[in-house]
């Protein structure tokens, strides 16, 4: 029986030719550029990170090479996930899309290492699609913001009621204060520009002394 084992694994190891390699690393490179610009033209958050981008290229390019090797030599992929299995990453990611960006990655990496081009192409094309119709079609945006209001304490009543006129469901959240100042914390839903209207009335009360218009997603616009 080991005899047998060892006699399959010795004789199951596939070769792959420089341009066999080569044709998947420009496939993968093709897919990892879509991607990249996918990520980059898509992204909704506080800051742009291109190391990160130009990181998922590179992983998409390292995948395709580990599974180029996996897929030519069966005894030498059983030792690689030995390898892999003692890994531990420890980067946190604070968005969950990039966690979604960094799958894709990988699937495109194991599609074309294992040979798959029609299967990375037309995943990482519907893809693309379903990504470019959330972020220019609106469907499912944020409209939700955090509204802070500082200012001095015998104001707030005249502040309170600014905030109830413009945002009917406005959400209180939080009141902090001190002997002669105070700091309100709204929730509200903002829709065709009203947080201009609502800083120049806060701003035109006498007291305020600062407003801030913060998103869920911590970006600032206000």
């Known amino acids: 029986m080991k005899e047998t084992l060892y006699k399959y694994l010795a004789t199951s190891s596939g070769g792959v030719t420089i341009f066999g390699a080569l044709e998947a690393m420009i496939v993968a490179l093709i897919l990892s550029m879509t991607i990249f610009l996918t990520y980059k033209i898509t992204f909704s958050g506080v800051m742009y990170n291109r190391k990160f981008n130009v990181s998922l290229v590179m992983l998409t390019l390292v995948t395709t090479m580990v599974m180029i090797v996996i897929g030519s030599d069966i005894a030498l992929s059983l030792g690689m996930v030995g390898a892999l299995s003692i890994v531990r990453f420890r980067t946190a990611i604070k968005d969950p899309r990039d966690t979604a960006y960094i799958f894709w990655c990988i699937g495109v990496g194991l599609s074309v290492g294992t040979g798959n081009y029609m299967v990375a192409a037309t995943g990482s094309l519907f893809l693309l699609c379903v990504l470019s119709m959330f972020s220019f079609s609106g469907i499912g945006k944020e409209d939700r913001y955090i509204l802070i209001i500082r200012g001095n304490r015998d104001k707030e009543e005249e502040i309170m009621k600014c905030v109830f006129n413009t945002?009917?469901?406005?959400?209180?959240?939080?009141?902090?204060?001190?002997?002669?100042?105070?700091?309100?914390?709204?929730?509200?839903?903002?829709?065709?520009?009203?947080?201009?209207?609502?800083?120049?009335?806060?701003?035109?009360?006498?007291?305020?002394?600062?407003?801030?218009?913060?998103?869920?997603?911590?970006?600032?616009?206000?």
């Open 167 to 222: 945002f009917k469901g406005s959400q209180l959240r939080a009141k902090n204060s001190v002997a002669t100042n105070i700091e309100i914390i709204y929730q509200i839903k903002i829709k065709n520009n009203e947080d201009k209207n609502i800083v120049s009335d806060l701003y035109s009360i006498e007291g305020v002394s600062a407003v801030n218009i913060v998103a869920q997603n911590g970006e600032t616009i206000g």
